[in-house]
Protein backbone atom coordinates (compact mmCIF):
# COMPACT_ATOMS: atom_id res chain seq x y z
CA UNK A 1 0.00 0.00 0.00
CA UNK A 2 1.39 3.42 -1.10
CA UNK A 3 1.66 6.09 1.41
CA UNK A 4 1.17 9.50 0.82
CA UNK A 5 4.14 11.92 1.01
CA UNK A 6 3.33 15.38 3.24
CA UNK A 7 6.87 16.46 3.41
CA UNK A 8 10.31 15.02 4.45
CA UNK A 9 9.63 13.91 8.09
CA UNK A 10 7.36 11.68 7.54
CA UNK A 11 5.10 9.30 5.20
CA UNK A 12 1.39 8.40 6.17
CA UNK A 13 0.21 5.39 4.84
CA UNK A 14 -3.37 4.06 5.46
CA UNK A 15 -3.63 0.64 6.73
CA UNK A 16 -7.81 1.07 7.84
CA UNK A 17 -9.47 3.94 7.57
CA UNK A 18 -9.07 4.47 10.90
CA UNK A 19 -5.75 2.92 11.40
CA UNK A 20 -2.92 5.22 10.44
CA UNK A 21 0.83 3.96 10.17
CA UNK A 22 3.47 6.95 9.88
CA UNK A 23 6.87 6.27 8.91
CA UNK A 24 9.28 8.88 9.98
CA UNK A 25 12.57 9.52 9.44
CA UNK A 26 14.45 6.70 11.31
CA UNK A 27 11.02 5.38 13.80
CA UNK A 28 7.07 4.93 13.13
CA UNK A 29 4.32 5.97 15.21
CA UNK A 30 0.91 4.75 14.74
CA UNK A 31 -2.62 6.60 14.75
CA UNK A 32 -5.82 5.09 15.37
CA UNK A 33 -8.93 6.81 15.55
CA UNK A 34 -12.74 6.46 16.83
CA UNK A 35 -15.35 8.91 16.19
CA UNK A 36 -13.93 12.30 17.05
CA UNK A 37 -11.23 10.87 19.17
CA UNK A 38 -7.41 9.61 18.51
CA UNK A 39 -4.96 7.14 20.07
CA UNK A 40 -1.05 7.91 19.07
CA UNK A 41 0.75 4.73 19.92
CA UNK A 42 4.25 6.18 20.57
CA UNK A 43 6.19 9.69 19.83
CA UNK A 44 9.56 8.75 17.76
CA UNK A 45 12.81 10.48 18.85
CA UNK A 46 13.10 14.22 20.11
CA UNK A 47 13.44 15.56 16.97
CA UNK A 48 10.63 13.93 15.00
CA UNK A 49 8.08 15.87 18.09
CA UNK A 50 7.04 18.65 14.82
CA UNK A 51 6.21 15.38 12.66
CA UNK A 52 4.73 13.84 15.44
CA UNK A 53 2.01 16.84 15.58
CA UNK A 54 1.95 17.12 11.81
CA UNK A 55 1.11 13.90 11.35
CA UNK A 56 -1.99 14.56 14.01
CA UNK A 57 -3.57 17.38 12.35
CA UNK A 58 -2.91 15.68 9.06
CA UNK A 59 -4.94 12.23 9.83
CA UNK A 60 -7.43 14.74 11.50
CA UNK A 61 -8.14 16.68 8.88
CA UNK A 62 -8.37 13.55 6.86
CA UNK A 63 -11.02 11.99 9.49
CA UNK A 64 -12.35 14.37 11.19
CA UNK A 65 -11.51 13.15 14.82
CA UNK A 66 -10.03 16.23 16.66
CA UNK A 67 -9.56 14.98 20.17
CA UNK A 68 -5.97 13.04 21.16
CA UNK A 69 -7.43 11.09 24.22
CA UNK A 70 -4.60 8.64 24.87
CA UNK A 71 -0.98 7.86 24.17
CA UNK A 72 -0.08 4.33 24.33
CA UNK A 73 3.76 3.36 24.69
CA UNK A 74 5.19 0.03 23.19
CA UNK A 75 8.19 0.79 25.44
CA UNK A 76 10.90 3.10 26.84
CA UNK A 77 13.27 3.50 24.06
CA UNK A 78 14.30 7.26 23.47
CA UNK A 79 13.41 6.63 19.95
CA UNK A 80 9.43 6.06 20.66
CA UNK A 81 9.12 8.64 23.66
CA UNK A 82 11.40 10.91 22.41
CA UNK A 83 8.51 13.55 21.11
CA UNK A 84 6.33 12.86 23.98
CA UNK A 85 6.61 15.91 26.32
CA UNK A 86 6.35 18.52 23.06
CA UNK A 87 2.94 16.30 22.34
CA UNK A 88 1.63 16.87 25.36
CA UNK A 89 2.34 20.23 25.55
CA UNK A 90 0.70 21.15 22.30
CA UNK A 91 -2.76 19.40 23.69
CA UNK A 92 -5.10 22.12 24.66
CA UNK A 93 -6.56 18.76 26.86
CA UNK A 94 -3.43 16.52 27.75
CA UNK A 95 -4.07 12.71 26.90
CA UNK A 96 -4.08 10.01 29.41
CA UNK A 97 -0.36 8.88 29.13
CA UNK A 98 -0.35 4.65 29.26
CA UNK A 99 2.37 1.74 29.24
CA UNK A 100 2.82 -1.78 30.38
CA UNK A 101 3.31 -1.96 34.42
CA UNK A 102 6.31 -3.62 33.30
CA UNK A 103 7.70 -0.62 31.83
CA UNK A 104 6.47 1.94 34.19
CA UNK A 105 9.85 2.50 35.75
CA UNK A 106 11.61 2.40 32.32
CA UNK A 107 9.77 5.01 30.86
CA UNK A 108 10.23 7.37 34.20
CA UNK A 109 13.74 6.61 34.16
CA UNK A 110 14.25 4.71 37.34
CA UNK A 111 16.48 2.56 35.31
CA UNK A 112 17.28 2.64 32.06
CA UNK A 113 17.63 -0.67 29.87
CA UNK A 114 18.63 0.87 26.48
CA UNK A 115 21.91 0.50 24.42
CA UNK A 116 24.36 3.06 25.29
CA UNK A 117 26.85 4.77 23.55
CA UNK A 118 29.28 2.65 24.37
CA UNK A 119 28.09 -0.49 23.02
CA UNK A 120 27.05 1.29 20.00
CA UNK A 121 30.77 2.68 19.35
CA UNK A 122 31.74 -1.52 19.84
CA UNK A 123 29.83 -2.17 16.64
CA UNK A 124 30.48 1.01 14.48
CA UNK A 125 33.15 -0.75 12.67
CA UNK A 126 30.09 -1.66 10.93
CA UNK A 127 28.79 0.87 8.45
CA UNK A 128 25.14 0.79 8.84
CA UNK A 129 25.82 0.75 12.85
CA UNK A 130 27.82 3.94 12.12
CA UNK A 131 25.14 5.32 10.43
CA UNK A 132 22.39 4.73 12.21
CA UNK A 133 24.08 5.92 15.21
CA UNK A 134 25.16 9.37 13.85
CA UNK A 135 21.38 9.86 12.56
CA UNK A 136 20.41 9.00 16.21
CA UNK A 137 22.62 11.62 17.98
CA UNK A 138 21.20 13.88 15.54
CA UNK A 139 17.47 13.09 16.10
CA UNK A 140 18.54 13.46 19.95
CA UNK A 141 19.00 10.11 21.19
CA UNK A 142 21.20 10.88 23.48
CA UNK A 143 18.91 13.26 25.54
CA UNK A 144 17.23 13.09 28.94
CA UNK A 145 13.41 11.62 27.97
CA UNK A 146 12.24 10.43 31.26
CA UNK A 147 8.42 11.03 31.89
CA UNK A 148 7.00 10.95 35.52
CA UNK A 149 3.19 10.99 34.95
CA UNK A 150 3.17 7.84 33.17
CA UNK A 151 0.21 5.46 33.60
CA UNK A 152 -0.89 1.90 33.59
CA UNK A 153 -2.87 -0.33 31.06
CA UNK A 154 -3.66 -3.72 32.20
CA UNK A 155 -1.96 -6.71 30.05
CA UNK A 156 -3.66 -9.25 27.63
CA UNK A 157 -6.74 -7.13 27.91
CA UNK A 158 -8.64 -4.92 25.58
CA UNK A 159 -7.77 -1.29 26.33
CA UNK A 160 -10.69 1.86 27.14
CA UNK A 161 -9.16 4.17 24.71
CA UNK A 162 -10.07 5.04 20.88
CA UNK A 163 -9.75 2.24 18.77
CA UNK A 164 -9.78 -0.19 21.21
CA UNK A 165 -6.69 -2.15 20.90
CA UNK A 166 -6.04 -4.97 23.40
CA UNK A 167 -2.58 -5.31 24.76
CA UNK A 168 -0.04 -8.21 24.15
CA UNK A 169 2.96 -8.38 26.60
CA UNK A 170 5.92 -8.98 23.96
CA UNK A 171 8.93 -8.81 26.39
CA UNK A 172 12.64 -9.17 25.42
CA UNK A 173 13.55 -5.74 23.76
CA UNK A 174 12.25 -4.18 27.09
CA UNK A 175 11.18 -5.85 30.25
CA UNK A 176 7.79 -4.69 29.63
CA UNK A 177 7.41 -4.18 25.91
CA UNK A 178 4.07 -4.38 24.77
CA UNK A 179 2.40 -5.04 21.24
CA UNK A 180 -1.28 -4.35 20.15
CA UNK A 181 -3.67 -5.86 18.43
CA UNK A 182 -7.06 -4.42 16.65
CA UNK A 183 -8.72 -7.82 15.92
CA UNK A 184 -11.62 -6.38 13.50
CA UNK A 185 -9.09 -4.57 11.69
CA UNK A 186 -6.74 -8.25 11.68
CA UNK A 187 -3.73 -5.89 12.50
CA UNK A 188 -0.59 -6.05 14.82
CA UNK A 189 1.17 -3.05 16.33
CA UNK A 190 4.36 -5.00 17.06
CA UNK A 191 6.03 -1.46 17.83
CA UNK A 192 9.94 -3.03 18.31
CA UNK A 193 8.97 -7.12 19.30
CA UNK A 194 9.24 -7.26 15.19
CA UNK A 195 10.46 -4.95 12.72
CA UNK A 196 10.28 -4.98 9.20
CA UNK A 197 13.86 -2.97 8.63
CA UNK A 198 15.81 -0.62 10.18
CA UNK A 199 19.53 0.78 9.04
CA UNK A 200 21.76 -1.22 10.92
CA UNK A 201 19.91 -4.26 9.57
CA UNK A 202 20.46 -5.77 5.71
CA UNK A 203 17.46 -7.48 5.83
CA UNK A 204 14.13 -6.75 4.73
CA UNK A 205 10.59 -7.87 6.06
CA UNK A 206 9.75 -9.58 9.71
CA UNK A 207 12.96 -9.99 12.09
CA UNK A 208 14.48 -8.53 15.49
CA UNK A 209 16.69 -5.79 15.79
CA UNK A 210 20.35 -6.53 16.43
CA UNK A 211 21.65 -8.04 19.99
CA UNK A 212 22.43 -4.92 20.90
CA UNK A 213 19.01 -3.19 21.34
CA UNK A 214 17.79 -6.05 23.13
CA UNK A 215 17.46 -6.10 27.44
CA UNK A 216 17.18 -10.16 26.65
CA UNK A 217 17.59 -11.94 22.93
CA UNK A 218 16.25 -14.99 24.26
CA UNK A 219 12.44 -13.67 25.20
CA UNK A 220 12.72 -11.21 22.22
CA UNK A 221 13.19 -13.97 19.79
CA UNK A 222 9.96 -15.70 21.91
CA UNK A 223 7.84 -12.31 21.27
CA UNK A 224 9.11 -12.50 17.73
CA UNK A 225 7.71 -15.92 17.23
CA UNK A 226 4.77 -15.60 18.97
CA UNK A 227 4.08 -12.57 16.37
CA UNK A 228 5.17 -14.17 13.53
CA UNK A 229 3.02 -17.49 13.98
CA UNK A 230 0.17 -15.45 14.97
CA UNK A 231 -2.93 -17.68 13.90
CA UNK A 232 -5.04 -15.29 12.26
CA UNK A 233 -3.63 -13.60 8.69
CA UNK A 234 -2.68 -10.21 9.82
CA UNK A 235 -0.95 -7.03 9.08
CA UNK A 236 2.71 -6.27 10.79
CA UNK A 237 2.65 -2.02 11.73
CA UNK A 238 6.25 -2.38 13.07
CA UNK A 239 8.18 -0.11 14.70
CA UNK A 240 10.83 0.20 12.28
CA UNK A 241 9.96 -0.54 8.49
CA UNK A 242 7.58 -0.92 6.03
CA UNK A 243 3.79 -2.59 7.02
CA UNK A 244 4.19 -6.06 6.49
CA UNK A 245 1.34 -9.21 6.42
CA UNK A 246 1.88 -11.97 7.89
CA UNK A 247 2.86 -15.18 6.65
CA UNK A 248 -0.86 -16.49 6.85
CA UNK A 249 -2.23 -13.57 4.59
Do not use: K
Not at 69 to 86: K, N, S, W
Not at 99 to 116: A, K, M, N
Not at 141 to 160: H, I, K, M, S, Y
Amino acid sequence: MHGTRIADAYTIVPVESDVFLVQGTHVNWTILTEGSAMTLVDTGYPGDADAVLASLADVSRRTGARDLEAILLTHGHTDHIGGLGRVLAAMPQPPRVLCSPLEVGHVRRDYVQQVTLGQALRHAYDPRVLGWLLAAVRHGGLEEVGFPNVGEFRLDAVLDVPGRPTSLGTAGHTTGHTSFSLERAAVLVTGDALITGHATSREAGPQVLHDMFNADADATRLSFERLVAWPRPVRYVPGHGPMATSRYS
